[in-house]
């Protein structure tokens, strides 16, 4: 414990709220233990209900998957000219998902931001799991996904090799190194408390625990070691996350398509993910806080936080948006000119107003405090952004596919049942990746909610309650 | 083997042209292309290397119609050849813009990036029923389904000349390669030869007043070649 | 134009000439021979060129065909051939698809299961011949049996003419639609009664500074259509600085019409009226060359140009401007087409339009018309002209009154290219025996007890003389360039073998052993010919030499001026086209096209050809209606929107199509699809118009007045997509950006 500081405090207010919003009410550390490794036993038959449910779901895409592979492409509602449909506009969407848990994790750390500790793990899992779920999407709207491998460098004797300058090989590479880098971010940061679980758990979960915590012993010099891996990976892991939707963005802007064709498109889209991210976090926090009675950790100052960091990106996404669109409105060339008439007026005009108010809308809402800090009322406009932004990537993918150049080659899109099957695998195969997760390891990082413990302190300096905080970091 | 590569282009003349299909039946036959079917074309899945574009003008009774025959454009900057992942599209020393369907894995990138969409997709199983599989080319392969096929100014016909020729110690005299749409179209609007030789008939068409190339503001200086309609050459 | 013989043309050409010792022979003579042992010229993997003749329509153009191991692989147009020199249509390039058809017939069969039950046994060639022998031999009266054909090689033509005369029947019945919907037969009648020679007229379209078309579809199906096309391009660009200048007259706004300069939607049955004032004005105003006016005045006295001008709805200053560029052009041509033909004034209309040739002193003048110079093939012109409807009636109150009793049907396909109004299905089945000689089961032969498939035209022999024919001389040959794939059987075989067996006067008729015998007598008689393009010593070289070449031709253009001194000096009578259906009940003109791919339905078994697109509306896979916006607005309906539309006679639903280039009185539809029957790409796809028209004819020419049907139009309120290639959406605009 190095410096520390004295933070001005408000004299009106209770030291008592204080301390309940910082977890420091009357609870040992092994109580902590107890109350976030109690409800990953509690298993009542509503969650194999939901497992099962979302197994079915998932079952029923990979079959959709295989019939796809079997026929060919055809079976999904993709055509000449909007050559990508569902199957890129829901990859972009997960890759976008994914970016809420760099951003809580990595950035917040750096930040010193303390409110993000009981949603970190939450955050982290949601990573993996929509970048696991991204990473399908490569391969699904592939034509002959059994010559996948030709996308990778391996030595052969014909001497063939990929494109480099494929944005799709960029894609792979950002995606690959991202899904690692943040997967072991998750996993370093899993150490502690799995150590936690297995001298709490027995049976099975213990042998688990036992070879994933990998002799974790809590010694300083693991601590320190920890630390300073963690450090190392909120820095490193930020470009990376910047890069990955600045790529997934040049898919589209590197070709001559009118309207994707912008220079703006990579911040737009790393905008664009980060506010879906951050509100599908929202989302989901809300949602398990509720399915495993994790009141206590987390709290309505989190949401608060959270709320307030989903109405920054929603307002950086608005003027990116703006940015964008008004200076290809103005710039009137003739097919752009056709694409925002289809958007704003034609037959694209319902998804278009569909978007612009679940994005929208939220960000009014979320000014209020009362949102922000009313499960309920959060969820409804983080749910409303998901859609929102799904649409968006849809809008993006197909609305611009369906007009170009040739008006004699424009077209129409529609999903089949191949397209929306597959695309709800990903929502259910993710929903159950998550549950499982959930139930497995420690939802709450423990060591971080106890590290914030040591952190803060109130000391009592003549009559004056004195909140104080040390770096420890 | 010639010092300078050949320059293959295309010449279209609009004024010739009088939308008869020949080209598209005679490329479908020369390049096994497969037919898809009712229920595909309503799906916009339709597959012919080479169209025939209509275009109304006016209104009645005041009113024309103009053909324009579009196939891949064969760019010499394309849009489509960075973006394959696999290099299945790539650029020949001749300028002709490649399409291997054995290194296709399909993700239609070169699709989305086509400005002039004249890729065109197996979106599902081409089927021959038999015996109709015996009318296969086979110097050409038959494409599976899940991957991009598009024109190649029938690059079997180029080389098919070009072996003969070299054989017989010479080099293939102007005229003399002729992708099938060529070979067949009965106004000859179609004229297929090297731009990299001044004296070809192509080279003389191209410095018409009326050629002009398809979205040439674009840049993508494609090696099809239109000459405009319903004007005289002098 | 001289033309440099290129190498590949040469190997093409050797190829050819070793089918002497090769693959032909066996195909003739049928000897069985192991693939280890392949006939010499065929190489693995390297291709043979035949030369052979399209026989998709009745053209007659030349093909190359590249053969691999023994499989057709691509059918090129005979860069030799004058007609079509080297180029070919969309229908030509699709006739691989006739040999390897899936729903080809293997072998003989009978209807086992009664007529239309489409339950075939399969029959022994001497089980079947026997059927057809003994159904001639028990015949009452050889005028009990009759011959209906349709597109014949010449050379069955030949056999089967000299067979029913022997027999003592009368000559075969000729009629088919797609000859119908060109006005073939009103054509060749028009050509007897102006040159005295019952032929179709060469319009030399690459010299023509100024084309008048009315109605004449030549850049798609009307006579000619690659030989045309080529010209055509010629004369856009072809001529020394000069650019030809071309108006067509047509109610719908067809692809021959989109590459006119002027397209004039002209009133259906008021294409001779325009005609007829356009002469007028020339004459009055002594327009062009004046001189060559005198002897026609008498044909335009009866001719008022205000009249005119009121009855055809196109005003008199724009009649003098079209007068004045007719006139005023050094060669100008007026063309009269099909689409007159099918009207009830066609033959006034015809003559009306090709007045103005005479006028303007286009007869047997560079840029002008044509016939074909027969030379030395004279021998070979007994071209199965097509008859009139009248004369097909005659035959179909002959069948319904029982005085058929043996029905024959070769290439023709009445069942479904006759209005339903002829009565055709009816008559037929009153007849009590009938056979076909079709390869596919269609509308006709699902109705006849007996099939007796021919070979497909790649498989079989034959000539044709091209008819309208080139500037050269010339007979276009056919051979066999694969071996049959099927157990089908030569119709010329057929009837030989025949012959034989019912022996006497028909045996000594038909004294050849095979057709090929009767081919290889009549060919030899062009060996020793200077005029032609090449030469051979022994007539057997010649006979090898004329299926190397594809036929024979001159070497130079002979041009053939029609002669027109026997021109009666008459008024051209001015006729009122008269329509069938009330106009009241029955608003709109039914204009029925033959489509560019299908023709007038027998292409629509090739998949090829289904999927290549309209030109106008790129609609492929079906039928559709055309209607313009302004009557699609009144009837309250758009694109894809289901209409019936009912005529006097019958009615059909099918989708519309908005079609901003047809005269919102007339209501086009494609003709060709609509197939009850012809294999699995034909059936149940869209309906037949022409099961809607009425079986009136012209008065003057006896022809089928197609285009004189009235319709009504009745929204069903259903929508059905239509397979386009076009965007909607994109509203036939230009590429932008």
């Given at each position: 414990?190095?410096?520390?500081?004295?933070?001005?405090?408000?004299?009106?207010?209770?030291?008592?709220?204080?301390?309940?919003?910082?977890?420091?009410?009357?609870?040992?550390?092994?109580?902590?233990?107890?109350?976030?490794?109690?409800?990953?036993?509690?298993?009542?038959?509503?969650?194999?209900?939901?497992?099962?449910?979302?197994?079915?779901?998932?079952?029923?895409?990979?079959?959709?998957?295989?019939?796809?592979?079997?026929?060919?492409?055809?079976?999904?509602?993709?055509?000449r000219p909007v050559y990508?449909?569902?199957?890129?506009?829901?990859?972009?969407?997960?890759?976008?998902?994914?970016?809420?848990?760099?951003?809580?994790?990595?950035?917040?750390?750096?930040?010193?931001?303390?409110?993000?500790?009981?949603?970190?793990?939450?955050?982290?899992?949601?990573?993996?799991?929509?970048?696991?779920?991204?990473?399908?999407?490569?391969?699904?709207?592939?034509?002959?996904?059994?010559?996948?491998?030709?996308?990778?460098?391996?030595?052969?004797?014909?001497?063939?090799?990929?494109?480099?300058?494929?944005?799709?090989?960029?894609?792979?590479?950002?995606?690959?190194?991202?899904?690692?880098?943040?997967?072991?971010?998750?996993?370093?940061?899993?150490?502690?408390?799995?150590?936690?679980?297995?001298?709490?758990?027995?049976?099975?979960?213990?042998?688990?625990?036992?070879?994933?915590?990998?002799?974790?012993?809590?010694?300083?010099?693991?601590?320190?070691?920890?630390?300073?891996?963690?450090?190392?990976?909120?820095?490193?892991?930020?470009?990376?996350?910047?890069?990955?939707?600045?790529?997934?963005?040049?898919?589209?802007?590197?070709t001559i398509q009118p309207r994707w064709h912008?220079?703006?498109?990579?911040?737009?889209?790393?905008?664009?993910?980060?506010?879906?991210?951050?509100?599908?976090?929202?989302?989901?926090?809300?949602?398990?806080?509720?399915?495993?009675?994790?009141?206590?950790?987390?709290?309505?100052?989190?949401?608060?936080?959270?709320?307030?960091?989903?109405?920054?990106?929603?307002?950086?996404?608005?003027?990116?948006?703006?940015?964008?669109?008004?200076?290809e409105?103005?710039g009137n060339e003739p097919v752009t000119r056709e694409l925002i008439h289809e958007?704003?007026?034609g037959?694209?005009?319902?998804?278009?107003?569909?978007?612009?108010?679940?994005?929208?809308?939220?960000?009014?809402?979320?000014?209020?405090?009362?949102?922000?800090?009313?499960?309920?009322?959060?969820?409804?406009?983080?749910?409303?952004?998901?859609?929102?932004?799904?649409?968006?990537?849809?809008?993006?993918?197909?609305?611009n596919l369906q007009r170009n150049f040739m008006p004699f080659n424009w077209g129409e899109?529609?999903?089949?049942?191949?397209?929306?099957?597959?695309?709800?695998?990903?929502?259910?195969?993710?929903?159950?990746?998550?549950?499982?997760?959930?139930?497995?390891?420690?939802?709450?990082?423990?060591?971080?909610?106890?590290?914030?413990?040591?952190?803060?302190?109130?000391?009592?300096?003549?009559?004056?309650?004195?909140?104080?905080?040390?770096?420890?970091? | 083997?010639?010092?300078?590569?050949?320059?293959?282009v295309l010449i279209v003349d609009l004024d010739?042209c009088?939308g008869?299909?020949?080209c598209v039946?005679?490329?479908?036959?020369?390049?096994?292309?497969?037919?898809?079917?009712?229920?595909?074309?309503?799906?916009g899945?339709w597959?012919h290397w080479i169209h025939i574009e209509r275009y109304w003008e006016g209104?009645?009774?005041?009113i024309k119609a103009r053909f324009m025959p579009v196939m891949c454009q064969q760019c010499t900057a394309a849009p489509c050849?960075?973006?394959?992942?696999?290099?299945?599209?790539?650029?020949?020393?001749?300028?002709?813009n490649?399409?291997?369907?054995?290194?296709?894995?399909?993700?239609?990138?070169c699709g989305s990036a086509c400005p002039y969409k004249t890729r065109t997709?197996?979106?599902?199983?081409?089927?021959?029923?038999?015996?109709?599989?015996?009318?296969?080319?086979?110097?050409?392969?038959?494409?599976?389904?899940?991957?991009?096929?598009k024109c190649?100014?029938?690059?079997?016909?180029?080389?098919?000349?070009?072996?003969?020729?070299?054989?017989?110690?010479?080099?293939?005299?102007?005229?003399?390669?002729?992708?099938?749409?060529?070979?067949?179209?009965?106004?000859?609007a179609l004229?297929?030869?090297?731009?990299?030789?001044?004296?070809?008939?192509?080279?003389?068409?191209a410095?018409?007043?009326r050629s002009f190339k398809l979205l040439g503001e674009l840049g993508t200086d494609p090696g099809v070649i239109y000459l405009k309609g319903g004007e005289?050459?002098? | 134009?001289?033309?440099?013989?290129?190498?590949?043309?040469?190997?093409?050409?050797?190829?050819?000439?070793?089918?002497?010792?090769?693959?032909?022979?066996?195909?003739?003579?049928?000897?069985?021979?192991?693939?280890?042992?392949?006939?010499?010229?065929?190489?693995?993997?390297?291709?043979?060129?035949?030369?052979?003749?399209?026989?998709?329509?009745?053209?007659?153009?030349?093909?190359?065909?590249?053969?691999?191991?023994?499989?057709?692989?691509?059918?090129?147009?005979?860069?030799?051939?004058?007609?079509?020199?080297?180029?070919?249509?969309?229908?030509?390039?699709?006739?691989?698809?006739?040999?390897?058809?899936?729903?080809?017939?293997?072998?003989?069969?009978?209807?086992?299961?009664?007529?239309?039950?489409?339950?075939?046994?399969?029959?022994?060639?001497?089980?079947?011949?026997?059927?057809?022998?003994?159904?001639?031999?028990?015949?009452?009266?050889?005028?009990?049996?009759?011959?209906?054909?349709?597109?014949?090689?010449?050379?069955?033509?030949?056999?089967?003419?000299?067979?029913?005369?022997?027999?003592?029947?009368?000559?075969?019945?000729?009629?088919?639609?797609?000859?119908?919907?060109?006005?073939?037969?009103?054509?060749?009648?028009?050509?007897?009664?102006?040159?005295?020679?019952?032929?179709?007229?060469?319009?030399?379209?690459?010299?023509?500074?100024?084309?008048?078309?009315?109605?004449?579809?030549?850049?798609?199906?009307?006579?000619?259509?690659?030989?045309?096309?080529?010209?055509?391009?010629?004369?856009?660009?072809?001529?020394?600085?000069?650019?030809?200048?071309?108006?067509?007259?047509?109610?719908?706004?067809?692809?021959?019409?989109a590459?006119?300069?002027?397209?004039?939607?002209?009133?259906?049955?008021?294409?001779?009226?325009?005609?007829?004032?356009?002469?007028?004005?020339?004459?009055?105003?002594?327009?062009?060359?004046?001189?060559?006016?005198?002897?026609?005045?008498?044909?335009?006295?009866?001719?008022?140009?205000?009249?005119?001008?009121?009855?055809?709805?196109?005003?008199?200053?724009?009649?003098?401007?079209?007068?004045?560029?007719?006139?005023?052009?050094?060669?100008?041509?007026?063309?009269?087409?099909?689409?007159?033909?099918?009207?009830?004034?066609?033959?006034?209309?015809?003559?009306?339009?090709?007045?103005?040739?005479?006028?303007?002193?286009?007869?047997?003048?560079?840029?002008?018309?044509?016939?074909?110079?027969?030379?030395?093939?004279?021998?070979?012109?007994?071209?199965?002209?097509?008859?009139?409807?009248?004369?097909?009636?005659?035959?179909?109150?002959?069948?319904?009154?029982?005085?058929?009793?043996?029905?024959?049907?070769?290439?023709?396909?009445?069942?479904?290219?006759?209005?339903?109004?002829?009565?055709?299905?009816?008559?037929?089945?009153?007849?009590?025996?009938?056979?076909?000689?079709?390869?596919?089961?269609?509308?006709?032969?699902?109705?006849?007890?007996?099939?007796?498939?021919?070979?497909?035209?790649?498989?079989?022999?034959?000539?044709?003389?091209?008819?309208?024919?080139?500037?050269?001389?010339?007979?276009?040959?056919?051979?066999?360039?694969?071996?049959?794939?099927?157990?089908?059987?030569?119709?010329?075989?057929?009837?030989?073998?025949?012959?034989?067996?019912?022996?006497?006067?028909?045996?000594?008729?038909?004294?050849?052993?095979?057709?090929?015998?009767?081919?290889?007598?009549?060919?030899?008689?062009?060996?020793?010919?200077?005029?032609?393009?090449?030469?051979?010593?022994?007539?057997?070289?010649?006979?090898?030499?004329?299926?190397?070449?594809?036929?024979?031709?001159?070497?130079?253009?002979?041009?053939?001026?029609?002669?027109?001194?026997?021109?009666?000096?008459?008024?051209?009578?001015?006729?009122?086209?008269?329509?069938?259906?009330?106009?009241?009940?029955?608003?709109?003109?039914?204009?029925?096209?033959?489509?560019?791919?299908?023709?007038?339905?027998?292409?629509?078994?090739?998949?090829?050809?289904?999927?290549?697109p309209?030109p106008m509306?790129t609609?492929?896979?079906?039928?559709?209606?055309?209607?313009?916006?302004?009557?699609?607005?009144?009837?309250?309906?758009?694109?894809?929107?289901?209409?019936?539309?009912?005529?006097?006679?019958?009615?059909?639903?099918?989708?519309?199509?908005?079609?901003p280039?047809?005269?919102?009185?007339?209501?086009?539809?494609?003709?060709?699809?609509?197939?009850?029957?012809?294999?699995?790409?034909?059936?149940?796809?869209?309906?037949?118009?022409?099961?809607?028209?009425?079986?009136?004819?012209?008065?003057?020419?006896?022809?089928?007045?197609?285009?004189?049907?009235?319709?009504?139009?009745?929204?069903?309120?259903?929508?059905?997509?239509?397979?386009r290639l076009e965007s909607l959406a994109g509203e036939g605009r230009e590429s932008i950006g």
């Open positions: 414990m190095s410096e520390s500081e004295v933070l001005a405090y408000p004299e009106d207010s209770s030291a008592a709220e204080f301390e309940d919003r910082l977890l420091l009410a009357e609870r040992t550390s092994s109580e902590i233990n107890q109350a976030v490794l109690q409800p990953m036993f509690r298993t009542s038959w509503k969650f194999w209900a939901l497992v099962i449910f979302l197994s079915l779901l998932v079952l029923w895409g990979l079959f959709a998957w295989g019939y796809l592979i079997y026929w060919g492409m055809g079976t999904a509602g993709i055509n990508w449909g569902f199957f890129i506009a829901t990859f972009v969407f997960w890759v976008g998902i994914s970016h809420a848990g760099t951003m809580i994790s990595a950035v917040l750390r750096l930040l010193k931001a303390d409110w993000r500790r009981p949603i970190t793990r939450g955050a982290e899992a949601m990573t993996a799991f929509a970048l696991m779920m991204a990473g399908l999407f490569p391969f699904i709207h592939l034509g002959r996904v059994w010559k996948f491998y030709w996308m990778l460098p391996y030595p052969n004797n014909r001497l063939m090799w990929p494109n480099f300058q494929s944005p799709l090989m960029w894609d792979m590479v950002a995606i690959f190194t991202y899904f690692i880098g943040s997967t072991l971010y998750l996993y370093l940061a899993l150490i502690p408390d799995l150590a936690m679980a297995r001298d709490h758990t027995g049976k099975w979960r213990q042998k688990l625990y036992r070879v994933l915590s990998l002799g974790w012993r809590g010694t300083e010099a693991e601590w320190h070691k920890l630390h300073r891996a963690l450090s190392i990976f909120s820095v490193a892991i930020i470009p990376i996350f910047l890069s990955v939707h600045s790529i997934v963005s040049w898919d589209f802007a590197v912008s220079t703006i498109f990579a911040p737009y889209f790393v905008v664009g993910a980060i506010y879906s991210g951050l509100a599908a976090l929202a989302c989901i926090l809300v949602i398990v806080r509720k399915g495993m009675q994790l009141q206590e950790f987390l709290r309505s100052e989190h949401f608060d936080a959270l709320g307030k960091l989903v109405l920054v990106a929603g307002m950086a996404w608005v003027y990116f948006w703006f940015a964008g669109f008004i200076v409105w103005y958007e704003v007026a037959s694209l005009a319902p998804l278009f107003y569909l978007q612009m108010s679940a994005n929208l809308i939220p960000i009014v809402m979320l000014i209020f405090k009362k949102v922000r800090t009313t499960p309920w009322l959060l969820l409804v406009a983080t749910l409303l952004v998901n859609v929102g932004m799904f649409t968006e990537r849809v809008l993006i993918v197909v609305g899109y529609s999903p089949t049942w191949v397209e929306v099957s597959i695309v709800v695998m990903t929502f259910a195969g993710f929903a159950l990746l998550y549950t499982i997760f959930s139930r497995i390891f420690p939802y709450v990082p423990v060591w971080e909610i106890k590290e914030g413990r040591l952190r803060y302190t109130v000391r009592r300096i003549g009559r004056l309650l004195v909140p104080t905080a040390a770096e420890i970091e | 083997m010639a010092e300078i590569e050949p320059r293959w010739r009088t008869c299909q020949a039946v005679a490329c479908q036959a020369e390049n096994n292309v497969p037919t898809v079917g009712e229920h595909e074309t309503i799906e899945r597959l209104e009645y009774p005041n050849e960075p973006v394959c992942p696999v290099f299945a599209t790539y650029h020949t020393p001749e300028g002709l490649a399409q291997i369907y054995n290194r296709c894995i399909g993700t239609r990138f997709y197996n979106w599902l199983r081409p089927e021959f029923p038999e015996p109709l599989h015996e009318q296969l080319n086979p110097d050409v392969t038959v494409r599976s389904r899940g991957l991009i096929e190649t100014f029938c690059v079997q016909r180029i080389r098919r000349i070009e072996i003969e020729a070299h054989a017989q110690g010479r080099e293939p005299v102007d005229g003399e390669i002729q992708p099938a749409c060529v070979q067949t179209c009965p106004p000859d004229v297929f030869g090297d731009l990299n030789d001044p004296s070809s008939r192509v080279s003389q068409l410095t018409s007043h005289t050459n002098v | 134009m001289t033309k440099r013989v290129s190498r590949r043309d040469f190997l093409k050409l050797t190829a050819g000439a070793t089918v002497v010792t090769g693959l032909a022979p066996s195909v003739r003579r049928m000897v069985l021979e192991p693939y280890v042992q392949p006939p010499e010229e065929v190489l693995p993997g390297e291709a043979t060129w035949y030369a052979s003749t399209c026989r998709l329509c009745p053209a007659g153009c030349g093909i190359i065909v590249r053969v691999i191991n023994g499989r057709a692989k691509k059918i090129e147009g005979n860069p030799h051939h004058p007609l079509n020199q080297g180029k070919l249509c969309a229908r030509g390039q699709a006739g691989l698809q006739i040999l390897y058809n899936p729903d080809r017939l293997k072998n003989a069969v009978l209807q086992s299961g009664g007529r239309g039950s489409l339950k075939f046994e399969p029959l022994y060639w001497s089980e079947a011949l026997d059927i057809l022998v003994d159904k001639l031999e028990t015949l009452s009266n050889p005028n009990r049996v009759a011959f209906l054909g349709g597109l014949m090689p010449s050379h069955l033509y030949k056999l089967t003419t000299r067979f029913l005369s022997s027999f003592g029947s009368s000559s075969p019945i000729i009629y088919d639609l797609h000859s119908a919907l060109e006005g073939r037969n009103s054509t060749v009648q028009l050509s007897e009664s102006l040159f005295g020679s019952p032929e179709l007229p060469i319009y030399d379209l690459a010299n023509a500074e100024v084309i008048f078309s009315f109605g004449a579809n030549f850049l798609e199906t009307w006579m000619s259509p690659v030989s045309q096309s080529h010209a055509f391009g010629t004369m856009r660009q072809g001529q020394l600085g000069g650019r030809g200048f071309l108006v067509h007259f047509e109610p719908r706004l067809s692809a021959t019409a590459s006119a300069d002027e397209w004039i939607p002209i009133k259906p049955g008021a294409e001779g009226y325009v005609a007829l004032a356009i002469g007028r004005i020339i004459l009055e105003e002594r327009l062009g060359q004046a001189s060559s006016h005198r002897p026609y005045s008498i044909l335009y006295q009866n001719v008022d140009v205000q009249e005119m001008a009121d009855a055809s709805q196109i005003p008199v200053e724009v009649l003098h401007r079209f007068a004045r560029i007719f006139a005023d052009a050094d060669q100008a041509i007026a063309i009269p087409g099909g689409g007159l033909a099918g009207q009830h004034n066609g033959g006034t209309s015809m003559l009306a339009v090709q007045a103005l040739n005479l006028l303007s002193a286009q007869i047997g003048r560079v840029g002008g018309v044509f016939l074909s110079q027969p030379g030395p093939t004279a021998g070979f012109r007994q071209n199965p002209n097509p008859g009139s409807f009248e004369n097909l009636s005659i035959l179909i109150e002959r069948m319904k009154s029982g005085e058929i009793d043996l029905l024959l049907i070769y290439g023709t396909n009445p069942v479904f290219e006759l209005p339903t109004s002829a009565g055709f299905a009816e008559a037929i089945a009153s007849v009590p025996y009938v056979i076909s000689f079709s390869q596919f089961v269609d509308e006709t032969a699902a109705r006849a007890d007996l099939i007796l498939p021919d070979h497909t035209y790649l498989e079989s022999w034959g000539y044709e003389v091209p008819a309208p024919g080139a500037a050269k001389p010339a007979v276009s040959s056919q051979q066999p360039v694969v071996r049959p794939l099927y157990d089908t059987r030569s119709t010329g075989d057929v009837l030989l073998a025949v012959a034989e067996r019912l022996g006497g006067q028909v045996a000594n008729a038909l004294p050849w052993s095979d057709e090929v015998d009767f081919l290889q007598e009549l060919a030899t008689e062009l060996h020793g010919s200077s005029l032609g393009a090449y030469d051979a010593k022994t007539p057997s070289s010649f006979w090898a030499l004329w299926r190397q070449y594809g036929g024979w031709w001159t070497e130079k253009e002979i041009p053939r001026e029609p002669d027109i001194s026997t021109i009666v000096q008459e008024p051209i009578p001015v006729s009122e086209p008269v329509f069938d259906g009330e106009e009241n009940s029955y608003p709109y003109h039914l204009h029925p096209y033959p489509s560019i791919t299908l023709s007038d339905g027998r292409g629509a078994n090739l998949p090829w050809l289904q999927g290549a309209d509306t609609v492929c896979w079906g039928t559709w209606v055309e209607l313009n916006p302004e009557t699609a607005s009144s009837l309250g309906v758009s694109e894809d929107d289901v209409v019936r539309v009912i005529s006097p006679h019958g009615e059909l639903e099918a989708p519309v199509v908005i079609y280039g047809i005269r919102p009185d007339v209501v086009a539809i494609p003709v060709g699809q609509g197939h009850e029957q012809f294999g699995r790409f034909a059936e149940q796809r869209g309906s037949n118009p022409i099961a809607l028209v009425a079986s009136i004819t012209d008065p003057e020419t006896g022809s089928l007045a197609w285009g004189a049907t009235r319709v009504r139009i009745e929204p069903t309120g259903r929508k059905k997509s239509l397979a």
